[in-house]
């Protein structure tokens, strides 16, 4: 049984780093790419940053480029969000995920497990 269990998030003032991370188990995690999505109160869920199964491809939402940094270690079944100059407005609760069938990299339906999601807050 596929498991996702990020962790890392707290509270934390604008400017700030966090380190998120996802802990894969139950699948070949090697064979699946990965990505971190995020949801803010009464807002839609959007994608953050993808990486492919390789770590070779890698994309990031606008809103975060060159301030996060997604990794992976397959050895260890690790996905990582490194996340810089944090802002109010990255306030949410993360959320990994892991997929095979692709739909598009911020499309729910390219993901078929989710992790529990770990919150982000970010004081002005």
């Known amino acids: 049984q596929v498991q996702l269990v990020a962790s890392g998030g707290g509270s934390v003032q604008a400017g700030g780093s966090l380190r998120l991370s996802c802990a894969a188990s139950g699948y070949s995690f090697s064979s699946y790419y990965m990505a971190w999505f995020r949801q803010a109160p009464g807002k839609e869920r959007e994608g953050v940053a993808f990486?492919?199964?390789?770590?070779?491809?890698?994309v990031y939402a606008d809103s975060v480029k060159g301030r996060f940094t997604i990794s992976r270690d397959n050895a260890k079944k690790l996905v990582y969000l490194q996340m810089n100059s944090l802002k109010p407005e990255d306030t949410a609760m993360y959320y990994c995920?892991?997929?095979?069938?692709?739909?598009?990299?911020?499309?729910?339906?390219?993901?078929?497990?989710w992790g529990q999601g770990t919150q982000v807050t970010v004081s002005s």
């Open positions: 990486i492919s199964n390789s770590g070779e491809h890698i």
């Open positions: 995920a892991a997929g095979r069938t692709w739909a598009g990299a911020w499309d729910n339906r390219s993901y078929s497990n």
